[in-house]
């Protein structure tokens, strides 16, 4: 019997009792490969030593210090590290607990920056369909992941939803990729024009796809596009890194490959790497100066934040991220890995699309490859998928609703970026025959 409210009420889950490098072992000694890093968080593998060692130190010197009273010398170094690495222009870090936490702070500091300007009629949130920022109350409000929004609904607060930059089902055949991003950036601004751009808040996206569409990139020059068009109108451009962010895609900022500088970043997950809950918003020098010349605060705040031992795993995790190794390896071993299941998938009539970047990539289920028709939801193939994976000693992250909140599978894989080509090619074969016991069920 178990007195924890469980994310789903019935399954027995195994007992995680010890991980190391880019295994868990459970409780039974039953070894699983981590090939989706958890959620896309284990970053630079399980129970690395250096960043044990960074975690001990500051456990002896300081556990705990509220913000309010107090900044550390871990907190300072790892915003010091997180600037010098960031686009030009994001020169300012907050630091709270997780990717939603990020989410709703960047939201704040948008709305409060507007205020501080002097034009607090700014309000409104533009996203995309099928997009993921995180499950409080505002950061669900402005995903728009339609499952997960469904039933709360009432509570949630107006945002709006344009397009996501989803080619695979959404670009027309006879359309170029450029044409398909003019288009999409269009629909963006026909959508500030339609709501008022003075009203216009921010404009948030991810720069690669996660959870909700597995790993969807961008096309041709879309970000410029809307980078552009949120110049042109005043509007704030929040990119969610959270997933996408902090190395998974071969570079340390995901939007470094589409050539982009927001005015708001947020980052987790890959950050901590796993072995401290910690996320960050990353702020430009005039949202930064709006307050510092205005209020002088920023009005939010929780009570873990900055908390010191995150702070030192953090930049221990971030150091590790950055060196030119870890990065040329989540690049060779991404390319591995997309070409190996290329190879192995290609031919299935049940995968429409294999995509993504670096060690980020997805696999699109269908049930009939040249109608890119999904399986009926009822069958809950990603559900399968995943108990299929786990029985292989496979950690994947199976997700439905990738269409539309209702239709479609998809997969979504992540291991840590220190795996090694012979692991890769042990995660091609599992989830290849993952798939396909869980298509015979």
Do not use: W
């Not at 469904?150 to 939803?161: R, S």
């Not at 552009?228 to 902090?246: Q, S, W």
Request: charged fraction near 20%.
């Amino acid at each position: 019997m178990t007195r924890i409210l469980h994310r789903s009420i019935g399954p027995t889950l195994p007992h995680a009792a010890s991980a190391q490098g880019v295994y868990i072992t459970d409780t039974t000694g039953c070894r699983y490969l981590d090939a989706s890093g958890g959620a896309a968080v284990t970053s630079v593998g399980h129970a690395h030593p250096e960043v044990l060692a960074a975690m001990r130190a500051q456990i002896d010197s300081l556990c705990y210090a509220h913000t309010s009273f107090f900044t550390t010398d871990a907190a300072e170094a790892l915003a010091e590290k997180l600037v010098n690495l960031a686009p030009e222009g994001l020169n300012y870090v907050y630091l709270v607990s997780g990717g939603s936490e990020a989410v709703e702070a960047a939201l704040k500091m948008a709305r409060q920056y507007f205020v501080e300007i002097g034009a607090p009629q700014r309000r409104h949130i533009i996203a995309r369909r099928q997009s993921y920022h995180g499950n409080t109350i505002g950061a669900l409000a402005t995903g728009g992941n339609a499952m997960r929004r469904k039933q709360f609904q009432p509570i949630l607060p107006e945002t709006h939803h344009v397009s996501p930059c989803y080619a695979y089902r959404e670009k027309g055949a006879d359309e170029s990729p450029e044409a398909y991003a003019i288009r999409l950036a269009d629909e963006l601004e026909a959508k500030i024009l339609e709501l008022g751009p003075e009203e216009v808040m921010a404009f948030v996206a991810e720069p690669v796809v996660g959870a909700t569409l597995g790993a969807v990139a961008s096309v041709a020059d879309y970000f410029k596009r809307v980078r552009a068009i949120c110049d042109k109108y005043g509007v704030l451009l929040i990119l969610d890194e959270v997933m996408c962010g902090m190395g998974r895609t071969g570079t340390v900022f995901a939007c470094e490959q589409d050539d982009v500088v927001p005015d708001i970043i947020t980052i987790a997950k890959g950050l901590g790497g796993g072995y401290q809950p910690i996320g960050a918003v990353m702020l430009s020098d005039k949202i930064y100066d709006s307050f510092a010349n205005g209020s002088g605060l920023f009005q939010h705040g929780h009570t873990y934040i900055g908390h010191p031992v995150a702070a030192a795993t953090a930049n221990k995790v971030v150091e590790i991220i950055a060196r030119p190794e870890t990065m040329a390896n989540v690049n060779a071993m991404g390319a591995r890995l997309q070409s190996g299941l290329e190879a192995v998938l290609s031919a299935s009539p049940y995968v429409g699309d294999i995509r993504g970047r670096g060690l980020f990539r997805g696999i699109e289920l269908v049930a009939d490859r040249d109608t890119k028709a999904p399986f009926d939801p009822s069958r809950k193939i990603h559900a399968k998928i995943k108990r299929q994976a786990m029985a292989r000693g496979l950690i994947s992250y199976p997700m439905g609703g990738t269409i539309d909140g209702i239709h479609g599978d998809h997969i979504l894989l992540a291991p840590p970026y220190i795996i090694a080509a012979d692991e890769v090619d042990l995660i091609i074969e599992r989830i290849a025959d993952a798939i396909n016991a869980a298509i015979a069920e």
